[in-house]
Each structure stands twice: as C-alpha cells, then as structure tokens.
C-alpha cells in the first residue's frame, strides 16, 4: 500500500469505515495537576477547564486508568469514580483502563496488586472479577456508567505475571484472567464494550500470535485494541495494514487507544524523557510537527477503518510533584512533559485537532 493512502493523500479503500467515533485523550493524570493547582490555557491564552479546551478541540471520550492501592491515592478508585463524574459533566464518554496492579503496566512489567502478591492462579481470577465488577458497579452507582472498559493494559505477552505470563505459548492461564475481567464488565453492564489491548501495532504477527492464543482459548472481547507511538512502533504504513488484517481476522472493531509525539526534544525538570530525540516520518518535534503527525496516525486509523484514535496523557506537562512513580510522585519528574499537548506554561498546542 502507498504511503499517502495511509495518510489519507487518496481515497480510502471503500472497506474503510472513512469515520473515527471515539475522538480519545487519556488525561489520567489531569486530577493531580489540578490539585497542584495547574492552570490551563487555550489557543487564544484564555484559561480554562482543560476538559472544556479539549471538547473544543474534537474530543468525546476520555480514558481513565485504574490501579488497584496506589501510593499516590491517585488513578486509585475513589479518584477515578471522582474524574469519571467530571468527564460525564461535560458531556464526555468514558473508558476505563484496568492495569490490575498498583503501579504501571506495560509489555516489560505485569506487576500484581501487592494485596494479590502471594494469590494463586485461581485466586487471582476471583480477584479480577471481583475487582472490576467493583469498580464498574461503583461507577454505574453515581450514575457514570462505563462507556467502554478495557482488560488489561497492553498486555502482549499477558498481565499479572508469572501466573498470567504466557509461556512457551500457553494462553490458558491468561484467558481464565481475562474471561472473568470480561464477565464481570457484562456483569455491571451488558451494553459495555470490553477491550482488549496490546502494544502490537508494529508486528501483525506478533498481534496474530497474541489475539489468535487469546481467541483459540475461548476468550471474547468486543473491540481490539493498539497503542502505537511511531518511535517505538513502525511506519504509518504498516500501521494501516495492521489495521486492516486484525478488522478482517477477527470480525472486530479496532481502536488505537495510545498515541503521542513531542513537540520539542528538550526536557523541562531532572527526569529524563521518554522520547528524546526520536521523530518520524521526517517531522519535526514541534507544535506544527507534534499536530501533523497525530493528524497522519488518525487519518491511517481512518483509511484502515478503525473507529477511534486516542492520544495519551495530552494534560501532562511540567507540573512540580505530578511526577512519574506513583510510589514517589513529589520526588520524580515527568517523563512526559514533551509530548503533552500543553507545553510548559499550559497552553494548548493550536494546531491539534480530533477529527471524525
């Protein structure tokens, strides 16, 4: 496939939906911000809520992570079930990111609860269930009922290792976690859509190996979901056909659920940032750069018929003590503060826009 298909420089294939429903921003750390009395400007250098500055901007959905007892207090239930009422304010739908632990899960780190440290393999599963129909049940409760949840939080060789771990391409133990994380979800709310995601948007075979294991053991799940960063994952081409085969293989909508680029290579406190010097597609780490890009990864989403393109952590600037451990956020920097869509004082980059 050529390049400009992808980036939507020709018609899309007439299988591609051609529209992006969920119009995402993962602003998980937006509480914390605010606490530390962060202030947020729009285009125009007028200050604002920053939900209202994104809306404005195309975003209907925002995404919220859930750890299990944090250090913090924060992504905690309590503070999610507190963000999930002031995202449903506003008129935003809601999708919660069950990591199934106390700190960050990725595809390096699977880490239990500590409550759930010495569990068994069963024991864990009565722990998913009951953990997520918690949660679910609590936001339904006040009356901000999912609109989405996921299961695990990219989770490409499985979660709450080792008993979760696939090994030696063992999928069972993880699909009993994952059919209960599902159950429960239908549980609290029939309607629910339940994802499933893995940073698999570099490989198909990777995400064939990983979706085929999950399904072969019985798993089911409504919407696939993909983190894709250009640095880490590939070109924007191999992302559309990506895309395009997991649609077809598995008869299932696809969502990319993280996304993000710098918009400068400087770094504004001690912590190191996660992106350095990295760009792509020969784009500049810049306001007009970071706006380009996340336009081409959202009209390759929409080429390839996917249904929504969300962008990670775009609140998450330079705040004094919103740092990166969860289990010392006073004393770590961010190692985000150049790919927000706020740059250092708060201003909201003019350039990005969601588009369907």
Same mark, same amino acid.
């Given at each position: 496939?050529?390049?400009?298909?992808?980036?939507?420089?020709?018609?899309?294939?007439?299988?591609?939906?051609?529209?992006?429903?969920?119009?995402?921003?993962?602003?998980?750390?937006?509480?914390?911000?605010?606490?530390?009395?962060?202030?947020?400007?729009?285009?125009?250098?007028?200050?604002?809520?920053?939900?209202?500055?994104?809306?404005?901007?195309?975003?209907?959905? @925002?995404?919220?992570?859930?750890?299990?007892?944090?250090?913090?207090? =924060?992504?905690?239930?309590?503070?999610?079930?507190?963000?999930?009422?002031?995202?449903?304010?506003?008129?935003?739908?809601?999708?919660?990111?069950?990591?199934?632990?106390?700190?960050?899960?990725?595809?390096?780190?699977?880490?239990?609860?500590?409550?759930?440290?010495?569990?068994?393999?069963?024991?864990?599963?009565?722990?998913?269930?009951?953990?997520?129909?918690?949660?679910?049940?609590?936001?339904?409760?006040?009356?901000?009922?999912?609109?989405?949840?996921?299961?695990?939080?990219?989770?490409?060789?499985?979660?709450?290792?080792?008993?979760?771990?696939?090994?030696?391409?063992?999928?069972?133990?993880?699909?009993?976690?994952?059919?209960?994380?599902?159950?429960?979800?239908?549980?609290?709310?029939?309607?629910?859509?339940?994802?499933?995601?893995?940073?698999?948007?570099?490989?198909?075979?990777?995400?064939?190996?990983?979706?085929?294991?999950?399904?072969?053991?019985? @798993?089911?799940?409504?919407?696939?979901?993909?983190? =894709?960063?250009?640095?880490?994952?590939?070109?924007?081409?191999?992302?559309?056909?990506?895309?395009?085969?997991?649609?077809?293989?598995?008869?299932?909508?696809?969502?990319?659920?993280?996304?993000?680029?710098?918009?400068?290579?400087?770094?504004?406190?001690?912590?190191?940032?996660? @992106?350095?010097?990295?760009?792509?597609?020969?784009?500049?780490?810049?306001?007009?750069?970071?706006?380009?890009?996340?336009?081409?990864?959202?009209?390759?989403?929409?080429?390839?018929?996917?249904?929504?393109?969300?962008?990670?952590?775009?609140?998450?600037?330079?705040?004094?003590?919103?740092?990166?451990?969860?289990?010392?956020?006073?004393?770590?920097?961010?190692?985000?503060?150049?790919?927000?869509?706020?740059?250092?004082?708060?201003?909201?980059?003019?350039?990005?826009?969601?588009?369907?």
């Amino acid at each position: 496939m050529a390049l400009s298909a992808a980036l939507g420089g020709m018609p899309a294939p007439a299988s591609a939906a051609n529209t992006l429903s969920m119009l995402g921003a993962d602003v998980s750390s937006l509480q914390r911000s605010l606490d530390l009395s962060a202030k947020y400007y729009d285009a125009g250098g007028v200050a604002r809520d920053p939900l209202d500055i994104l809306k404005s901007v195309g975003v209907n959905y @925002v995404r919220l992570r859930v750890w299990n007892n944090p250090a913090s207090g =924060y992504n905690n239930k309590t503070r999610v079930l507190a963000q999930a009422r002031a995202a449903k304010a506003k008129g935003l739908k809601v999708l919660i990111d069950f990591h199934y632990s106390d700190t960050w899960a990725d595809p390096g780190k699977q880490y239990k609860p500590t409550a759930w440290a010495g569990h068994s393999l069963s024991q864990l599963r009565t722990d998913v269930y009951n953990f997520t129909y918690d949660v679910c049940s609590s936001l339904s409760w006040q009356g901000t009922t999912p609109d989405s949840v996921q299961i695990g939080n990219e989770i490409n060789v499985g979660m709450l290792w080792d008993e979760g771990k696939v090994v030696n391409n063992n999928f069972a133990p993880l699909a009993s976690l994952l059919k209960q994380g599902y159950n429960a979800t239908k549980a609290c709310g029939s309607g629910i859509p339940v994802m499933i995601h893995t940073a698999d948007a570099d490989s198909n075979a990777n995400a064939r190996w990983f979706y085929d294991g999950i399904r072969a053991q019985g @798993v089911q799940w409504d919407i696939t979901a993909l983190s =894709y960063y250009c640095m880490w994952h590939g070109t924007l081409s191999n992302l559309y056909n990506n895309i395009v085969d997991l649609r077809g293989r598995y008869g299932k909508p696809v969502v990319i659920v993280e996304t993000a680029y710098p918009f400068t290579r400087n770094n504004a406190d001690s912590e190191p940032n996660s @992106v350095g010097d990295a760009t792509c597609d020969g784009i500049s780490a810049s306001w007009s750069g970071q706006a380009q890009e996340f336009d081409w990864v959202q009209n390759t989403a929409r080429n390839a018929g996917a249904i929504g393109v969300f962008y990670w952590e775009p609140t998450w600037y330079a705040i004094s003590g919103n740092g990166w451990d969860p289990a010392n956020i006073n004393g770590t920097g961010n190692q985000w503060d150049n790919m927000a869509l706020f740059d250092w004082s708060g201003r909201v980059n003019p350039g990005v826009r969601w588009t369907p």
